[in-house]
């Protein structure tokens, strides 16, 4: 069965350090892949979503991901955290087909200290 | 481009009573939409899938008579909660796709926080 990872529930960085979060997937062929950021109370944004091709995929808000085939990872990074990218992020897993279901992962909540 | 709308943004009801939240699509035609619900400090769960025209699939586990979904057109889709009690509490998210490709990108509504007395 297909599921997502995300083994750390909360991360705190200090503002302008490096940022990491991790993914790890279950599926059976090469997936698509998503990550997406959500504020308090608010809805999900697209941060960035890996399909086919390079596995170094570009977002916005200077977001990247890598996708690991090997690792079966699909990690999120950011080179210098902003105190207004403290939130929850979700790595999601699409699958083939008509239904286009998501799976996501549990979150893991991003705190920036000063 | 791409914008999907709930409303109500916040609700509040009584023990019993029916609640009937709307999610739109509003500069594309949303062939399915989805019914997502959140927990306090929880991962988005899959209630069911949607279709214009057709009858929504439920995942496992949720109570079909309770939670209705209504696809009645291509920009509109309605999900009523029948009978709510305190437990129905939560965040619900739908999103909505444009379809025609191989993977079609669903695009998030901003979600409806249900407070049931």
């Known amino acids: 069965a297909q599921s997502v990872t995300q083994p750390d529930i909360h991360i705190t960085v200090s503002e302008g350090a490096s940022l990491e979060l991790r993914c790890n997937y279950s599926y059976g062929a090469t997936p698509y892949l998503f990550w997406y950021v959500q504020s308090p109370g608010q809805g999900l944004q697209l941060l960035l979503k890996?399909?086919?091709?390079?596995?170094l995929v570009q977002g916005i808000k200077g977001f990247e991901a890598e996708f690991k085939r090997s690792q079966s990872s699909f990690n999120l990074r950011k080179p210098s955290v902003h105190w207004s990218d403290a939130a929850e992020y979700f790595c999601?897993?699409?699958?083939?087909?008509?239904?286009?279901?998501?799976?996501f992962g549990t979150g893991t909540l991003l705190a920036v200290q000063p | 481009g791409a914008v999907v709308s709930q409303h109500p943004s916040r609700v509040i009801c009584k023990s019993g009573t029916s609640v009937k939240i709307e999610c739109r699509s509003l500069d594309f035609q949303a062939t399915t939409m989805f019914w997502y619900r959140q927990f306090p400090k929880q991962s988005l769960m899959l209630m069911a899938t949607?279709?214009?025209?057709?009858?929504?699939?439920?995942e496992q586990g949720v109570e079909k008579d309770k939670f209705l979904i209504n696809h009645a057109s291509l920009t509109l889709s309605t999900l009523t909660v029948t009978s709510a009690h305190p437990e129905d509490s939560s965040f619900y998210i739908c999103?909505?796709?444009?379809?025609?490709?191989?993977?079609?990108?669903?695009?998030f509504g901003p979600g409806t926080r249900l407070t049931v007395l």
């Open positions: 999103s909505a796709t444009a379809g025609g490709g191989s993977y079609n990108e669903q695009f």
């Open positions: 949607s279709n214009e025209g057709s009858k929504a699939t439920y």
């Open positions: 890996y399909f086919s091709g390079d596995t």
């Open positions: 999601a897993v699409g699958a083939y087909g008509a239904t286009n279901k998501l799976i």
